[in-house]
Every structure is written in structure tokens, then in C-alpha cells.
């Protein structure tokens, strides 16, 4: 295979790495590299040249070092499961592995902190922290597979974001490492803090393209003593999202308030989950916890209550088997509707909560003017919804792709963002610009060229040229 003279430069870069951190960090096998081309977007892939393993903070500084001087790209990948495209090497050049970066160095019961490095699996840290009477709460489906570096990168949320908000709120601070190699620690590991500008601010959810990130330092709770899951059905989706609203204002702080319409109950039912009775139209999904189980059971019982003046049943889901069955199904709703159909666009909107039942008709009105279905369920507490353009026949694709672009057009109208919580990377990067003014934009790309005045770290994402 002839190779560019572009893939030269990154090989004899890689090679210069190599040199300085061992040359058995660096992949330059083709074959070996075709994993790292690709996130979980669905987006089409870009092979890297070279791909870098480091193990530890001065693995990644030297990368940075080397791809600077020798104007090579690089992409920082944690485990891939990110779903706007953040980790596709879009100009290929060197995709800077993290994994293996995945010790937790400290848990301070005291503090109630934890310092971790970036490639550690999000439900093995969840699980050591739990093991100690602590709680990290952000919790994105892909919780067992994705890295807290990546989490971090793209500022997760999942579920339980209503009461606890999504990972920003727990990062204290940030080792991190610039494009050039230089290194520094931007952040606290006290509670309160406000020296200097919040420059973890700005890195949390800049989605690889500001630094890369060597190790975390993270705020915890205490550990919730009880749960209660309540599972509400309803005759149709609009009406579950006025429950939403009779929820949040009733004062009742529940941890979860997932929503799912009638589609997504009839292929969970259909791939064999089944652990929702009948045919409903739309199901709530809401959990409430906290220290006291009396109290959580009493809460349960008004939420019940609430939901109950519009539901056809509800359920409570007492029993742990049940429990892990339901969010089973649940997290595995995308790859669900996916292999139910073979066009599939999914989208992270979030709305004012006050809009879901207005929006949610609008979404199906479209959907039908376009010949498609639109499926939505998600966060529905957050009014964070994931809207799923689904079509079977291929020669949809030009109108399923119309509907996706009329759905963000509905969105922005109610006041609503393009991304709840999978960031723009290359999936948003043009839409961006139908939320933000030129100013904001032109702002932004200062910053980057702030961290990174090369714009080689993971170029071709977020910010339109
Ligand atoms: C979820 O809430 C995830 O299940 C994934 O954010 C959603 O793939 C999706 O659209
Ligand atoms: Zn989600």
C-alpha cells in the first residue's frame, strides 16, 4: 500500500515518540488501527496513521510535543462510546489512546473526593467508590464501557442528571496537557474555589479539542440508602409529558424521570424485554432515593399519587430483579430501535420541560409530513429528549435527514439547545450555527487557538470553519 505524504509525517512522528516513551506504545499496523477510526456516532470512519497508547501523563506530553513540532493532528480517544464523532480522527494523523490510563489514585472518604486517571470504565470507578459508603452519580447508558476521561471530554449526563446534574458539576479539577507538551493543573481540591478564571469550566466538555486530560479530581456524595422505582403508563405520550410538568411542580425532587413513547415500548416488548404490561401509548420511569428509606417510600408515594391522575397504571418496581430488568431494557434502547430499523438519525435535543407535550406532537406531526417516524424518549425531568428519526425504506434517507433538520427548527423555536448531552464533535458542528451567533463562534475559536494556536488537537470538530 502506498502511503501519503501526509501519513509519512505522522509515521515519522510516531516514530519519534516511539523513541521517547518505547516504541511498544506505538500502533502503526493499518488493520490494527481500524478500531480507532470510528466512535459510536455512527458517523463514517477516518483512519488514523498511527495510534499511541500512553500509561501515564508524561506518555501523553511527549505525544503532544512531537505532533506539535512536526504539524501532525491529533485525536484523544478515550473508549470511543462517544456519539457525536469527538474521537474520529477526522484529519487522521495520531489518535492518542488513553485506556490505559485507568488507575484510581485516590479515594478521600473525608474529603469526599476521589482522584482518577481519564481511562478508567465509569461503572468500575462507580462500583469502588460505592464499595466505600460514596457516590458518583453521573451515569450515561454506556456506563459500562465508557471511560470518565471521555465523560469528562463531553460532559455526560444520563438519567439521574435531574437530581444530581450531569458531570461538570463533580469536576474539581484537571490535570491536563496541551498541544506543545506543556502541562499544568487547572481546578481545586476544595469544595469552594474561584481563583483565577474557571478554566475547568472551559476544558469540561470541550470535547478533546482544548487538552487532554491525565487525571481528574472529583467531588462525591454519600451513598443513597434507598430507591424506589416507580414505572407509570400512560394512553399516550402526551399525556405523560403533562405528568412530567405535574411532577416537577409538585416540589418532589425525584432522581430519575425517564419518559418513553409507544414505539420504544413496542420494541423493547418486541426484542423479548417485556417488563412492561400492555400495549400503553407512553411509560414514565421515576426513581426517588435518599438517606432515609421511610422518607423515600413516602415521596414514592405522593409521586405515585401525582402520576396517577393521568396514568392508566402505575407501577412500583420494588423488587431489584425488576429493577435491573427495566433500566436493562432501557439502556439498550438505541441499540433497540437501530437494529429495528434500517434508517435511524438520533438526536439529544433538550427543551424547556414546560414545552415536552407540545414538542413531542410537533416531533410526530413532521415525522409524518416527511413520510418518516419520529420515537422519542430520554430525560424527560431535563426535558433532554432522544428524538429518533426512523425510517425502512432506504429511499427515505434524503427525507429522514430533512426531518432531523425541521426537528432542531422546532427546538430552537421553543427556546430549546441542539445538544442535552452529546455534544456537537463532527455530528452538530454546521447546526451549531443555527443556535449561536457569529460573535459567540468567533469567540469560541479564539479560546481554542488560546489552548491550541496550532489547531492540531482533534481539528475538524465543534466550532464551524
Ligand atoms: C441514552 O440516554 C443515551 O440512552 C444514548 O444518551 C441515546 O443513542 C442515543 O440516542
Ligand atoms: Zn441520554
Redesign the pocket.
Known sequence: MKRSAADERVLGAAAEIGRRIGSGKVIDDPDLLVPYGADESGLPASLPAAAIRAVDAADVAATLAVAADRGVPVTPRGRGTG?SGGAIPARGGIVLLTERMDRIVEIDREERLAIVEPGIVLQTFQEAVEAEGLFYPPD??SLDSCALGGNVAENAG?PRAFKYGVTREYVLGLDVALMGGATTFAGRRTRKGVAGYDVVAALVGSEGTLGVFTRVVVRLRVRPAATQTLLATFGDEVAAGEAVRDLLGSGLVPSVIEILDRHCLEVIRRAGHNPIPGEPGAALLVELDGRRPERVEADAEEAGEILGRRATEVLVASEPGRRRSLWAAR?E??TLLGKAHAGKL???VAVPCKSIPAVLRRFAELGRRRGVLVSCY??AGDGNL?A?VLWDDPGLDVAGRAALDDLLGVVLEVGGTISG??GIGMAKREALRREQSPELLALQRRLKSAFDPSGLLNPGKVIPE
Do not use: M, Q, T
Request: no cysteine.
Open positions: 456519539k450515561p447508558a444520563g439502556r434502547l438505541s438520533s438526536d439529544d430520554g430525560h432522544h429518533n448531552e452529546h
